[in-house]
């Protein structure tokens, strides 16, 4: 059977140590007279990690060497979100949806279906699409569902995507899509047992 991306991580809790960072394109200038600053927000904003996985025999290293090379380097893309924070701080409670539509590029999301007083808490994840359009964002703000369980996410990165009305989110073990950062992206080092790491950036 043909490999169909994005792929799934092989099973079992491998990950060590994973290592997320945010890219964001600004540009700054700063007079050297006046030394008053300048900043450009541009559009590009993106995820990247790097992965270390726990070290173990051959039985399970050959699981995560095949998964790697079956990447092909940067043309392949996988399912992945964040193995320590799987469930929000906030309680996310109702039905929560998107309220109306909103054009891709956004990072204000108006939204209805909370429960009276659910909260969101700023660092909770959410996954916006699913399968190849799956994406993943952080709340950068507390916000509280008001009486009529209105309230706005305020995020990181701006969305994908345009977004419809009732439109839902993942926010239970959300995954985003990612590719490797570089052909040849991963390395293992074998003594008794092997280990294995990787580096990758959001696929866009």
């Not at 169909?4 to 964001?24: D, E, K, N």
């Not at 394109?25 to 270390?52: L, M």
């Not at 999301?109 to 952080?138: E, N, P, R």
Request: proline content about 5%.
């Amino acid at each position: 059977m043909a490999l169909t991306y994005p792929l799934s991580l092989p099973a079992g809790q491998a990950v060590r140590r994973i290592a997320i960072q945010s890219r964001s394109t600004v540009g700054f200038s700063e007079s050297p007279f006046t030394y008053e600053q300048q900043i450009f927000a541009h559009p590009g904003e993106s995820w990247t990690a790097q992965v270390e996985l726990k070290p173990m025999l051959r039985a399970d290293a050959e699981a995560w060497v095949a998964f790697l090379l079956a990447l092909n380097g940067r043309q392949g893309t996988f399912l992945m979100g964040d193995p320590v924070n799987v469930l929000p701080r906030g309680t996310w409670a109702g039905a929560p949806k998107v309220l109306g539509s909103h054009a891709a590029g956004v990072k204000s999301i108006a939204m209805d279906g909370f429960g009276v007083g659910a909260t969101v808490k700023a660092g909770d994840w959410f996954q916006s699409g699913s399968g190849a359009s799956s994406h993943l964002h952080k709340v950068v703000q507390d916000a509280t569902a008001d009486g009529s369980g209105l309230l706005t996410l305020e995020i990181w990165p701006r969305t994908r995507a345009a977004l419809a009305d009732n439109d839902t989110f993942v926010t239970t073990a959300p995954l985003g899509l990612w590719r490797l950062s570089q052909n040849g992206g991963w390395s293992f080092e074998l003594a008794q047992v092997y280990g294995l790491g990787f580096e990758c950036i959001e696929a866009l």
